[in-house]
């Protein structure tokens, strides 16, 4: 049965830092590209960063370039994300989703992942 975990989300303050870590089982995961979404109460799931197999492929939406760091290794099947000069804005659910393919296609298409976490919240606080 695929499992995937994430953790790492809490309460922090504007400007402060979060690392969250999706670790996957049941499923394979070097070959697979992986994505971090998130939602906030009332809006729409939006795709923030994908990160190829090999991790040689990372995109990132946006409103999170420069601030927001993703890795994997997929050694340990976890994926991360380092989260920088937080913003209110970000407050979310943060998930994470596993593609059945190795590269990000459709980047931000939900439809896209096949399998997905039940998520992390993060608040930032102004």
């Known amino acids: 049965q695929a499992q995937l975990v994430e953790s790492g989300g809490g309460l922090v303050q504007a400007g402060g830092s979060l690392r969250l870590s999706c670790t996957v089982s049941?499923?394979?995961?070097?070959?697979?590209?992986m994505g971090w979404f998130r939602q906030a109460p009332g809006k729409e799931r939006e795709g923030v960063s994908c990160i190829s197999s090999s991790g040689s492929g990372i995109y990132y939406t946006d409103s999170v370039e420069g601030r927001f760091s993703v890795s994997r290794d997929n050694a340990e099947k976890t994926l991360y994300l380092q989260m920088d000069s937080l913003k209110p804005e970000d407050t979310a659910m943060y998930y994470c989703?596993?593609?059945?393919?190795?590269?990000?296609?459709?980047?931000?298409?939900?439809?896209?992942?096949?399998?997905w976490g039940q998520g992390t919240q993060v608040t930032v606080s102004s």
């Open positions: 049941g499923l394979s995961f070097d070959d697979r590209a």
């Open positions: 989703a596993a593609r059945a393919t190795k590269f990000c296609f459709s980047t931000w298409a939900t439809t896209s992942y096949a399998y």
